[in-house]
């Protein structure tokens, strides 16, 4: 089992920024995708980005596309996710969780979810 922890979020005006970082522990990081989910109130889950866990590949959701930016540190165990542009539709807690990119789409696994983080950004 893997334990993920998300940090960084906030409240922040539209049009700034904000780093969020999860970090792992209890399995080998290094043999995962790294994904972001977000959930907004009332809204199911919705991805945001994946990273390949040796290439680096990275992946977006349409709606965050050339806004944010997912990177990993495979030494520290640690994947972000630089947020510019933040829009109030950006409004969500942000969720970190191993898994594969294929297919198309991003495949959670080992049901391993963090608490989140949560991030506000007022108009």
């Known amino acids: 089992q893997v334990q993920l922890v998300e940090s960084g979020g906030g409240l922040v005006q539209a049009g700034g920024s904000l780093r969020l970082s999860c970090t792992a522990s209890?399995?080998?990081?290094?043999?995962?995708?790294m994904g972001w989910y977000r959930q907004a109130p009332g809204k199911e889950h919705e991805f945001v980005a994946a990273?390949?866990?040796?290439?680096?590949?990275?992946f977006y959701g349409d709606s965050v596309k050339g806004r944010f930016t997912i990177s990993r540190d495979n030494a520290k165990n640690t994947v972000y996710l630089q947020m510019n542009s933040l829009k109030p539709e950006d409004t969500a807690i942000y969720y970190c969780t191993p898994g594969s990119y294929y297919s198309g789409s991003y495949h959670p696994a080992l049901g391993s979810w963090g608490q989140g983080t949560q991030v506000t950004v007022s108009s």
């Open positions: 990273i390949n866990w040796s290439r680096g590949n990275t």
């Open positions: 209890g399995r080998t990081f290094n043999s995962y995708d």
